[in-house]
C-alpha cells in the first residue's frame, strides 16, 4: 500500500536546509515537498493543500512572517499547522511569528530529532491522523508508518481509502462526523465525490474489521463515528 499521504511543504531558500528538513521528514514517514519562495509556496499550498508548513524566516521575495500573515486571513488556510524556522537569538523573531499565528517555532541550526518531535506534538495537536503515531481501539491497532492494521494482533487487508477512514476515526474517537466532513476531512475539499461513496467505503471498511466492525456506529441522519461503547 502506498504510504498515507501526509504532506509537508517545506519553505527555505538555503538548499542545505532544505535537504536536511527533506531526509528528517521523510525519516519520520512523511512526504516532503520544497521551495524557495513565498510566491512558491503560496501557488503551491493553492495547488495542493499540505498537512503543515515549515516556514523560513528570510526568503527571497519577502518575508516568512509576511506569507504566514497572508496564510491565516485566508479562511481555507486558518488552521494550518505553521512551525516557522527562525535564526539562533532572534527572540523577537518568534514572538512576532507566534503573535502572527505560528503554531511553533525552531531555531537553526536544529537537531533532526528535536523537529521530528516537534512536529508530530504539532500534529497530534492540531490533526492527529497525521501524527504517524500507532492508533488503537479496543482490538484494533493502526501503524501509519508500516500502513499495517490488525484486529486482536491477526494482520487484515485494508484498502487504501479505507485505510484513510480509519485511521482518521481513529484519530477522533467518540467524535460524530457527517459524510461530508469525512469528505473533506479524509478525501481532501478538492476531490469530487457523492456522499453515498462514503458509505460504501464505511461498508467495506466494516467488512475488513470483521469481529471489530461494531467500532464503527452509525449515527441515524447524522453520519458516522467510532466507539467502542
Ligand atoms: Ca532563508
Redesign the pocket.
Known amino acids: 500500500m502506498a504510504a498515507v499521504n501526509t504532506s509537508i511543504l517545506i519553505v ?3 538548499p542545505s536546509i532544505v535537504q536536511l528538513l527533506t531526509f528528517t521528514l521523510k525519516e519520520g514517514g512523511w512526504n516532503a515537498l520544497s521551495v524557495s519562495s513565498a510566491e512558491e509556496a503560496w501557488e503551491s499550498i493553492q495547488r495542493r493543500m499540505p498537512q503543515l508548513l515549515l516556514l ?4 527571497p521575495d519577502q518575508t516568512g512572517l509576511r506569507l504566514l500573515s497572508r496564510i491565516r486571513s485566508d479562511r481555507m488556510l486558518q488552521e494550518l499547522p505553521v512551525i516557522m524556522l527562525t535564526a539562533k537569538g532572534m527572540e523577537e523573531d518568534k514572538i512576532a511569528g507566534l503573535d502572527t499565528g505560528a503554531d511553533d517555532y525552531i531555531t537553526k541550526p536544529f537537531s533532526p530529532r528535536e523537529l521530528t518531535s516537534r512536529i508530530k506534538a504539532l500534529l497530534r495537536r492540531k490533526s492527529p491522523e497525521h501524527a504517524q503515531s500507532t492508533l488503537t481501539c479496543g482490538p484494533v491497532v493502526l501503524d501509519p508508518v508500516s500502513c499495517a492494521t490488525s484486529v486482536n494482533g491477526e494482520k487484515i487487508d485494508i484498502g487504501h481509502a479505507e485505510f484513510k477512514l480509519l485511521k482518521f476515526l481513529l484519530a477522533h474517537p467518540a467524535r460524530v462526523f457527517s459524510r461530508g466532513q469525512l469528505l473533506d476531512k479524509v478525501w481532501g475539499t478538492h476531490v469530487v465525490i457523492e456522499e453515498r461513496t462514503v458509505d460504501v467505503h464505511v461498508l467495506r471498511l466494516r467488512k475488513a474489521l470483521g469481529e471489530a466492525a461494531g467500532l464503527i456506529k452509525t449515527v441515524r441522519s447524522v453520519g458516522y463515528m467510532l466507539s467502542e461503547k
Open positions: 527555505e531558500d538555503e523560513d524566516w528570510m526568503l
